[in-house]
């Protein structure tokens, strides 16, 4: 089986790959998705999160709120270190299992896509890491027109990431994303093709 691990900025082009690639019949493991599995009432990681945060960060169904643990984490790294510690290890553990289950059914590749597959060092995980790239004023109107945040909130969240050039490399495929949707997809298709030659 192949794992290719799928990664990039906020605004390039991730699920659009992402789609594209299960499309032409990759399974596809979403960090993002697990991470949530992280917040539901009552697992390991969500009582080590309650007990590091407190239980203010819970909604009424016992769930931790996003929106409530977002503000004490982004707005301090130590706070941040801290989730991302008791997290992290949890989710590398779950994808891990994951990726073994689709061994054993003979899956022939999976897309692990993951914004912070490099930081998070799930790198061991994977074969061959995808990068999605564009440029700034790429990501920038991609954001405006989809996320509704102002140019302050978007320099700021491409500012918190890992820079593109360091992103890139770890790349053994750089999917460079500055072109319609259709132009990516067709770009993903032969990058496909070639990857499971």
């Not at 799930?122 to 989809?146: F, G, H, K, Y």
């Not at 320099?155 to 890992?162: D, L």
Request: hydrophobic content about 40%.
């Amino acid at each position: 089986m192949k794992v290719i691990g799928l990664t990039g900025g906020i605004g390039t082009g991730k699920s659009t790959v992402s789609q594209t690639l299960a499309d032409q019949g990759a399974v596809v493991i979403n960090a993002d998705l697990v991470g949530h599995q992280a917040y539901l009432p009552h697992q390991n990681v969500w009582q080590d999160v309650v007990d590091a945060f407190g239980k203010d960060i819970l909604n009424e169904k016992d769930e931790v709120d996003r929106g409530k643990l977002g503000p004490l984490v982004f707005g301090d790294p130590a706070n941040l270190d801290k989730l991302n510690k008791i997290v992290h290890p949890w989710m590398y553990r779950t994808m891990e299992k994951m990726l073994q289950e689709e061994r054993q059914k003979g899956t022939k590749t999976v897309v692990l896509e993951a914004a912070i597959l490099i930081e998070a060092s799930w790198t061991p995980l994977v074969d061959e890491v995808w990068v999605t790239d564009a440029s700034q004023e790429a990501v920038i109107e991609r954001l405006v027109a989809r996320n509704n945040l102002t140019l302050e909130q978007i320099k700021a969240r491409i500012a918190s990431q890992m820079p593109a050039e360091e992103r890139r490399k770890h790349a053994a495929v750089i999917v460079d994303t500055n072109c319609t949707i259709d132009e990516v997809r067709l770009k993903v298709k032969e990058l496909w093709t070639k990857a499971i030659e």
